[in-house]
């Protein structure tokens, strides 16, 4: 069997920079070029530890060192922090994209029969690592970023009611959500009808009025002790109920955009 070590080399440092580069537009580190070129390089000069006599222990170090050294040039050192989460985006990506190629080239390289697989000769690493490899790991960046953009809104709330009951819901922060009692001056969380009602005498409600674009009415709202979020203890605020279910991003109620500047003052 033939070895091409240059297109190996180019191979690796394809693969090596696309990671790098993933690494640095999900993290938004904004490294200079030349130092994702540079480490890259590095990884793919690594090739030559497969050629020095060693034990299966040793080899394996020597790949986290290296892997190590390539963090380093790529993304400098700051703090422990800092170095740990690149390392860590790095092994990531490396076994998503690794394992999305190792899948595809098990679809189109080996044919099954029963539960037994053969290699058929025909084999698309190259082609995948060149074409869809990058997309891939684009894929990954774009839900990346979907998901932080969407999920970092997300709460565990802890609701304390008059009666001593305590619900234990997911809260969505809604930046649309700016309602407030002009009389009690209490900001208002929306929660649906069916998951409130054990907890509240709902012969006791407070009507708040609200206005939408081309409606207006009323809201039924209830005390409450407090309610907690991450620790913090906040009791200036109402829970409103709405008729219909909450469905987004799994949330069970929506939180007043108020919190959003409680939350940042208290941390």
Do not use: W
Request: aromatic share 14%; glycine share 6%; net charge positive.
């Amino acid at each position: 069997m033939k070895i091409y070590l240059d297109l190996v080399f180019i191979i690796n440092f394809i693969y090596d920079l696309l990671l790098l580069m993933t690494v640095d537009t999900t993290l938004k580190r904004h490294t200079k070029l030349n130092k994702l070129f540079l480490s890259a390089i590095i990884g793919a000069l690594s090739l030559i530890i497969l050629f020095i006599p060693c034990g299966q222990i040793l080899l394996f170090l020597m790949k986290i060192g290296i892997s190590l050294l390539m963090i380093l040039i790529a993304f400098g050192y700051k703090n422990l922090k800092y170095f740990t989460t690149n390392i860590l985006y790095l092994y990531m990506c490396s076994v998503i994209l690794g394992g999305f190629l190792y899948f595809l080239n098990i679809e189109f390289s080996y044919k099954r029969e029963g539960i037994v697989f053969y290699f058929e000769g025909l084999s698309i690493n190259y082609l995948l690592l060149l074409i869809i490899g990058p997309i891939i790991l684009f894929l990954y960046v774009r839900e990346h970023k979907k998901y932080k953009s969407t999920y970092i809104y997300n709460y565990k709330v802890n609701i304390i009611f008059k009666n001593g009951k305590e619900l234990i819901c997911n809260g969505f922060l809604d930046t649309g959500n700016k309602l407030r009692d002009p009389i009690t001056k209490k900001y208002i969380i929306l929660i649906s009808k069916k998951i409130i009602v054990p907890f509240i005498n709902i012969r006791s409600p407070i009507y708040v009025p609200y206005k939408v674009v081309g409606y207006q009415g009323l809201i039924n709202c209830y005390k409450i002790n407090y309610i907690k979020i991450n620790n913090q203890i906040f009791d200036n605020y109402l829970v409103g109920i709405v008729p219909e279910k909450i469905s987004l991003n799994g949330a069970d109620c929506l939180l007043n955009s108020k919190l959003m500047e409680d939350i940042c003052l208290e941390n």
